[in-house]
């Protein structure tokens, strides 16, 4: 899900971007951002229906957290793109 204003052009995921992600379930999801495991998403919106989004800013840097920790550990991992 994009938004273009002006020069500037944000990316923004839904829930379900994250899930294709491999990130967890609706519900995995959700208990990681209750216990701050977690990226919080933003909300579009005051209306209790307004979709929560999360930043591709955000989740890409807790990917690279993610790999930093991993790395620290001795893990040894193969690159790998997603795409959404």
Same mark, same amino acid.
């Given at each position: %899900?994009? #938004?273009?204003? !002006?020069?500037?052009?944000? @990316?923004?995921?839904?829930?379900? &971007?994250?899930? $294709? ?20 998403? %933003?909300? #579009?919106?005051? !209306?209790?229906?307004?979709? @929560?989004?999360?930043?591709?800013? &955000?989740?890409? $840097? ?23």
């Amino acid at each position: %899900m994009q #938004f273009q204003g !002006g020069s500037c052009m944000t @990316n923004y995921l839904k829930q379900k &971007d994250l899930e $294709e992600m491999g990130f967890g379930s609706r519900v995995t999801i959700w208990k990681k951002v209750k216990m701050k495991e977690f990226p919080a998403p %933003m909300k #579009f919106g005051n !209306g209790v229906n307004s979709p @929560n989004v999360w930043h591709r800013e &955000d989740i890409d $840097e807790y990917v690279q957290n993610l790999r930093r920790i991993a790395k620290s550990k001795g893990v040894n991992y193969e690159r790998r793109k997603y795409s959404t």
